[in-house]
């Protein structure tokens, strides 16, 4: 069974950068089928794509959001990562990293738990 | 605001029928699968429809999920307590350089 699990720090100061990691286990990143996605939920709201990767390191990220994310993927490791940039209170919220049923499309079929990141001095 | 648009709340009683509405535009809905997401409280989302209409193995045959034009449906029959969640819809927007876009989700209740 597929499982994703995400790690990092759980406060981060504003203006500083925002920065998980994306463990998977029980299957391989290396797949020419999936990417591999990481998505957003403030606290109380909707969900919010960030960006995704496929495994030669190919990305594509939310537009309103492009400026300040970068992910990249370690297949040594079997793990994506995420930064975002300049952050501010509007980036606290749980972040999940999914795996991503391929571009041009909505499917998330595999989640991690979440990780909630709150910005704040 | 949300790309997609869905009504913030919907309830039913057990045993009821409810469907919850997911309107977009040809950029989207109109050119592209819609997906559906449940999130149950404290939890991460749970993909329950895909391309339009397709149930992932495990997903009870009382969901059911359909498209028109640039709507979509999601479908819950014979509606039970362990339903009341957070529901999403989903599409990839080929507007601007393309995105994936969720709907503000909708919040069943079940009486």
């Known amino acids: 069974q597929l499982q994703l699990q995400e790690s990092g720090p759980g406060l981060v100061k504003p203006s500083e950068t925002l920065s998980l990691s994306c463990t998977v286990s029980?299957?391989?990143?290396?797949?020419?089928?999936?990417?591999w996605g990481w998505i957003r939920q403030p606290p109380g709201k909707g969900l919010e794509w960030i960006g995704s990767?496929?495994?030669?390191?190919?990305?594509y990220y939310n537009p309103s959001l492009k400026s300040r994310v970068t992910i990249f993927v370690d297949t040594s490791k079997n793990q994506f990562s995420l930064n975002l940039t300049s952050v501010t209170a509007a980036d606290t919220a749980v972040y999940y990293c999914?795996?991503?049923?391929?571009?041009?499309?909505?499917?998330?079929?595999?989640w991690g738990q979440g990780t909630l990141v709150t910005v704040s001095s | 605001q949300s790309v997609l648009g869905q009504p913030p709340s919907a309830s039913g009683t057990p045993g009821q029928r409810v469907t919850i509405s997911c309107s977009g535009s040809?950029?989207?809905?109109?050119?592209?699968?819609v997906y559906w997401y449940q999130q149950l409280p404290g939890t991460a989302p749970k993909l329950l429809i895909y391309?339009?209409?397709q149930r992932p193995s495990g997903v009870p045959d009382r969901f059911s999920g359909s498209k028109s034009g640039t709507s979509a449906s999601l479908a819950i029959s014979g509606l039970r307590s362990e339903d009341e969640a957070n529901y999403y819809c989903?599409?990839?927007?080929?507007?601007?350089?393309?995105?994936?876009?969720f709907g503000g989700g909708t919040k069943l209740t079940v009486l």
């Open positions: 999914a795996r991503h049923g391929g571009a041009y499309t909505g499917q998330f079929d595999y």
């Open positions: 029980g299957g391989s990143i290396n797949t020419r089928v999936y990417y």
């Open positions: 990767i496929y495994y030669s390191g190919s990305t």
């Open positions: 040809r950029f989207n809905i109109g050119s592209n699968y």
């Open positions: 391309r339009n209409d």
């Open positions: 989903a599409a990839w927007d080929d507007s601007l350089s393309g995105s994936v876009v």
